[in-house]
T-cell receptor, first 110, second 116 residues
Framework: AQSVTQPDIHITVSEGASLELRCNYSYGATPYLFWYVQSPGQGLQLLLK??????LVQGIKGFEAEFKRSQSSFNLRKPSVHWSDAAEYFCAVRNNDMRFGAGTRLTVKP | NAGVTQTPKFQVLKTGQSMTLQCAQDMNHNSMYWYRQDPGMGLRLIYYSASEGTTDKGEVPNGYNVSRLNKREFSLRLESAAPSQTSVYFC???????????????FGPGTRLTVL
């Protein structure tokens, strides 16, 4: 069965520092992978998705993610974090239905 | 274009009461979904509807029923609420049908439900 693991429950970074959020998946076939962001009290917004092709995908708000089949990973990155990036981030994989990771909460220090 | 809307935003129920959560989308999407979000567990799919007139169970369907009223609306009903159903409920929609794994889902703002 497909599953998604986000090893970090909570991450704190300083504004302007780089960010990497980890995501590992377990899935037999070619995965369809997604990253969503959820601001407090809001629904989820799609940051980026990967289906095939170039393993480095660009998303909105300056985020990117790299698919590494050998490591079963799809980590999210941003070179320089802004205070407005504080939110919860969810990785997801889809076969017939969507399976979400438990989320990583990002705190940004001034 | 409001996207996905949900009502109510907040609700408190007593154990055993029933209620219906409403969801509507104005994007002419084919598929609609109901998720619940619990701390430390991410989102889990309750039910989905790949097209008007069809519904299917997701990962955690017990204690819930759904109705795809028309293409726009997809409601979630709790017949006899239990404290274990205290959660935040999200509705989502996507353009394609269930076969489209790459289909992007668009989420509503959520309903925070407390069952006492």
């Amino acid at each position: 069965a497909q599953s998604v693991t986000q090893p970090d429950i909570h991450i704190t970074v300083s504004e302007g520092a780089s960010l990497e959020l980890r995501c590992n998946y377990s899935y037999g076939a070619t995965p369809y992978l997604f990253w969503y962001v959820q601001s407090p009290g809001q629904g989820l917004q799609l940051l980026l998705k990967y289906f095939s092709g170039d393993t480095l995908v660009q998303g909105i708000k300056g985020f990117e993610a790299e698919f590494k089949r050998s490591q079963s990973s799809f980590n999210l990155r941003k070179p320089s974090v802004h205070w407005s990036d504080a939110a919860e981030y969810f990785c997801a994989v889809r076969n017939n239905d969507m399976r979400f990771g438990a989320g990583t909460r990002l705190t940004v220090k001034p | 274009n409001a996207g996905v809307t949900q009502t109510p935003k907040f609700q408190v129920l007593k154990t055993g009461q029933s209620m219906t959560l409403q969801c509507a989308q104005d994007m002419n999407h084919n598929s609609m979904y109901w998720y619940r979000q619990d701390p430390g567990m991410g989102l889990r799919l309750i039910y989905y509807s790949a097209s008007e007139g069809t519904t299917d169970k997701g990962e955690v369907p017990n204690g819930y029923n759904v109705s795809r009223l028309n293409k726009r609306e997809f409601s979630l009903r709790l017949e006899s609420a239990a404290p274990s159903q205290t959660s935040v409920y999200f509705c989502a929609s996507s353009p394609g049908t269930s076969g489209g794994r790459g289909d992007t889902q668009y989420f509503g703002p959520g309903t925070r439900l407390t069952v006492l």
